[in-house]
């Protein structure tokens, strides 16, 4: 069912939108004239809704991500609530039915949504993302040192990633074991690919640290971050490889928001973003150091990358 944000502009504000249960949305574009925001004129009813994909503690988010809606809200003058995705999926069919308006991607669930959306642009980054990687990490006990070469041992171990749908816990270690060795994971690996059910980056960590697996691959933020504040992950696992760099996370907005609150809200919400600062709730929802500003553009070798391990279809 579409959900858009069009839709909870009062009617005296829109008269030609229309809800449609269980579809597309037909008919719902206006003209600058029918937009009531190209006059300044913001509906009270008219809701941005944020969500963001949990790939880490999921019982985390929701007060996290309040603090990002409170700042926005502020920031903005409109009135912004964050909603729950309880996994990449859900991040994605939320803003691909128009349920959600501003999300938190990572680098391929950020491609997935805007080829589901026309229109709809990447706006920010954090500092950290047009340089990413990720950590192939071991329990203690493998015999298996650091080093700068990909770590060909790993064959025969039990490996996980983390979320099916992950950029830095999926599909960039898939394609960094594709190039080092010919193969996709599933068909490498002797003991066969593993995924977490939940939990993301921080489950890959912990099931690591306990033994469950032996080798796994995750985002090297959430990694460093669990080191400074899980004893057991700190103490139980070693960093065995870091992967080249590569663009990952970012804000992602929908077209509906400019049909909402004008077409200079794209601008201003990046505006609002890049102009976060450490207290503000923003960067501590997302663990990030500053955000800048991004493109669609920039995220192109993500799409050739899911496209040439099978993730995506063109």
């Given at each position: 069912?579409?959900?858009?944000?069009?839709?909870?502009?009062?009617?005296?504000?829109?008269?030609?939108?229309?809800?449609?249960?269980?579809?597309?949305?037909?008919?719902?574009?206006?003209?600058?004239?029918?937009?009531?925001?190209?006059?300044?004129?913001?509906?009270?009813?008219?809701?941005?809704?944020?969500?963001?994909?949990?790939?880490?503690?999921?019982?985390?988010?929701?007060?996290?991500?309040?603090?990002?809606?409170?700042?926005?809200?502020?920031k903005l003058g409109v009135k912004a609530e964050f909603q729950f995705s309880k996994d990449y999926s859900d991040a994605i069919q939320k803003f691909k039915n128009g349920e959600?308006?501003?999300?938190?991607?990572?680098?391929?669930?950020?491609?997935?949504?805007?080829?589901?959306?026309?229109?709809?642009?990447?706006?920010?980054?954090?500092?950290?993302?047009?340089?990413?990687?990720?950590?192939?990490?071991?329990?203690?006990?493998?015999?298996?040192?650091?080093?700068?070469?990909?770590?060909?041992?790993?064959?025969?171990?039990?490996?996980?990633?983390?979320?099916?749908?992950?950029?830095?816990?999926?599909?960039?270690?898939?394609?960094f074991i594709l190039k080092n060795t010919g193969k996709l994971p599933g068909d490498w690996f002797t003991k066969g690919e593993n995924f977490q059910a939940s939990g993301g980056?921080?489950?890959?960590?912990?099931?690591?640290?306990?033994?469950?697996?032996?080798?796994?691959?995750?985002?090297?933020?959430?990694?460093?971050?669990?080191?400074?504040?899980?004893?057991?992950?700190?103490?139980?696992?070693?960093?065995?490889?870091?992967?080249?760099?590569?663009?990952?996370?970012?804000?992602?907005?929908?077209?509906?928001?400019?049909?909402?609150?004008?077409?200079?809200?794209?601008?201003?919400?990046?505006?609002?973003?890049?102009?976060?600062?450490?207290?503000?709730?923003?960067?501590?929802?997302?663990?990030?150091?500053?955000?800048?500003p991004a493109r669609n553009e920039e995220f192109d070798g993500i799409k050739d990358v899911a496209v040439k391990v099978g993730l995506i279809e063109e």
């Amino acid at each position: 069912m579409l959900k858009s944000l069009i839709s909870r502009v009062g009617l005296a504000a829109v008269t030609s939108i229309s809800l449609i249960s269980c579809g597309d949305k037909e008919g719902s574009s206006t003209t600058a004239t029918e937009n009531p925001q190209s006059s300044g004129d913001v509906s009270s009813e008219a809701v941005l809704v944020i969500s963001a994909i949990p790939d880490e503690k999921i019982t985390d988010q929701k007060p996290k991500f309040d603090k990002v809606a409170a700042y926005l809200s502020s920031k903005l003058g409109v009135k912004a609530e964050f909603q729950f995705s309880k996994d990449y999926s859900d991040a994605i069919q939320k803003f691909k039915n128009g349920e959600a308006h501003l999300v938190w991607f990572g680098g391929l669930s950020g491609v997935q949504a805007r080829m589901a959306v026309p229109g709809a642009e990447a706006i920010a980054q954090g500092v950290e993302d047009p340089k990413y990687k990720s950590y192939f990490i071991a329990h203690k006990d493998v015999a298996i040192e650091p080093g700068d070469e990909f770590p060909e041992a790993i064959k025969d171990l039990n490996f996980t990633f983390g979320s099916t749908g992950s950029t830095s816990g999926r599909l960039m270690p898939s394609y960094f074991i594709l190039k080092n060795t010919g193969k996709l994971p599933g068909d490498w690996f002797t003991k066969g690919e593993n995924f977490q059910a939940s939990g993301g980056h921080v489950a890959t960590a912990n099931s690591v640290a306990d033994g469950t697996f032996q080798v796994g691959a995750l985002s090297y933020k959430a990694y460093d971050k669990e080191v400074a504040t899980n004893e057991k992950v700190k103490n139980n696992t070693k960093i065995i490889w870091t992967t080249p760099y590569y663009a990952d996370y970012n804000w992602t907005i929908h077209p509906d928001a400019k049909a909402a609150f004008g077409d200079s809200f794209f601008a201003k919400a990046q505006d609002a973003l890049v102009a976060a600062q450490e207290g503000d709730g923003v960067l501590e929802a997302i663990n990030r150091s500053g955000i800048v500003p991004a493109r669609n553009e920039e995220f192109d070798g993500i799409k050739d990358v899911a496209v040439k391990v099978g993730l995506i279809e063109e």
